[in-house]
């Protein structure tokens, strides 16, 4: 997990207009027990050159829908956390191209800094910086090619065809704009403070704690028979509940922007 602060103090990223829904998925898995245990041991094996950070990374993410890169020199870095393209309709998969169809080259040096490129399995992930939030290129085979955007028939078109967008906007020069995939402010917002009531509750803070420092102070003042009936009470189980099952697999579905 990365470094522990004050489970009190407001997220970072609270204000972050390009934080994406996969950025917050990413802080859900790095707070499951049995993920961190696999993670941590990956870095192990990539220190002691076992397997490389790539492979290891490619395992995690087969497993795991999504993990931060195992380089031991960046660990739990959350601008290089990578996931499953079947998972996550931002990640753009770029193809070799139909004979006859009148494609291009990729040159993904034209496309601005690259945060890195990370093979996973048969592609090579390209992360692309960008202010309005990273773009994910899923790159199969070789650029010198004609190469294609793939659109896959399925679930999450728009969105798949969104992050496509921002690809060609780039490619021709132009601002990528914003991704589709962020929450808008009050998702965020609750998403976040979810992940306060996980770091709260691993810290051992009670209910009653959780619902004074995250809802309102007042919870400190009420007595035993108060708080027992209060609507505090009811609403922070309801957000630990919800933080749980997010840390436990359902941060799958904020990879699809749900």
Same mark, same amino acid.
């Given at each position: 997990?990365?470094?522990? @602060?004050?489970?009190?103090?407001?997220?970072?990223?609270?204000?972050?207009? !390009?934080?994406?829904?996969?950025?917050?998925?990413?802080?859900?898995? %790095?707070?499951?027990?049995? $993920?961190?245990?696999? $993670?941590?041991?990956?870095?192990?094996? *990539? @220190?002691?050159?076992?397997? %490389?950070?790539?492979?290891?990374?490619? %395992?995690? *993410?087969?497993?795991?829908?999504?993990s931060y890169h195992t380089a031991p020199a960046s660990a739990f870095d959350p601008r290089l956390a990578v996931a499953?393209?079947? /998972?996550?309709?931002?990640?753009? *998969?770029?193809?070799? !191209?139909?004979?006859?169809?009148?494609?291009?080259? =990729?040159?993904?040096?034209?496309?601005?800094?690259?945060?890195?490129?990370?093979?996973?399995?048969?592609?090579?992930?390209?992360? =692309?910086?960008? &202010?309005?939030?990273?773009?994910?290129?899923?790159?199969?085979?070789?650029?010198?090619?004609?190469?294609?955007?793939?659109? &896959?028939?399925?679930?999450?078109?728009?969105?798949?065809? !969104?992050?496509?967008?921002?690809?060609?906007?780039?490619?021709?020069?132009?601002?990528?704009?914003?991704?589709?995939?962020?929450?808008?402010?009050?998702?965020?917002?609750?998403?976040?403070?979810? /992940?306060?009531?996980l770091d709260g509750h691993e810290a051992g803070a009670t209910q009653r704690e959780l619902a004074a420092s995250l809802i309102h102070r007042?919870?400190?003042? $009420?007595?035993?028979?108060?708080?027992?009936? %209060? @609507?505090?009470? @009811?609403?922070?189980?309801?957000?630990?509940?919800?933080? *749980?099952?997010?840390?436990?697999?359902?941060?799958?579905?904020?990879?699809?922007?749900?």
């Amino acid at each position: 997990m990365p470094p522990e @602060k004050d489970w009190r103090a407001p997220s970072d990223q609270a204000g972050d207009d !390009a934080l994406q829904y996969s950025d917050i998925a990413i802080g859900y898995l %790095s707070r499951n027990a049995r $993920y961190r245990s696999d $993670y941590r041991r990956a870095l192990g094996r *990539v @220190k002691r050159g076992a397997i %490389s950070a790539d492979n290891a990374t490619a %395992s995690l *993410v087969r497993r795991w829908g999504i993990s931060y890169h195992t380089a031991p020199a960046s660990a739990f870095d959350p601008r290089l956390a990578v996931a499953r393209p079947d /998972l996550s309709p931002a990640n753009i *998969v770029v193809a070799p !191209a139909l004979a006859g169809i009148g494609a291009e080259p =990729l040159d993904v040096r034209a496309l601005g800094d690259v945060r890195a490129r990370i093979r996973i399995g048969d592609f090579i992930h390209v992360i =692309l910086a960008d &202010p309005d939030g990273d773009e994910h290129l899923c790159v199969c085979g070789s650029c010198q090619g004609p190469m294609a955007v793939m659109l &896959p028939i399925g679930p999450d078109p728009f969105a798949r065809l !969104a992050s496509a967008e921002r690809l060609c906007r780039r490619l021709n020069g132009m601002a990528a704009g914003p991704p589709a995939l962020r929450p808008p402010p009050f998702r965020r917002e609750h998403l976040l403070t979810l /992940l306060q009531v996980l770091d709260g509750h691993e810290a051992g803070a009670t209910q009653r704690e959780l619902a004074a420092s995250l809802i309102h102070r007042k919870v400190r003042r $009420y007595s035993a028979a108060e708080w027992v009936e %209060s @609507k505090e009470r @009811k609403r922070i189980r309801r957000w630990l509940a919800e933080a *749980v099952e997010l840390r436990d697999g359902g941060y799958i579905r904020l990879l699809r922007g749900g």
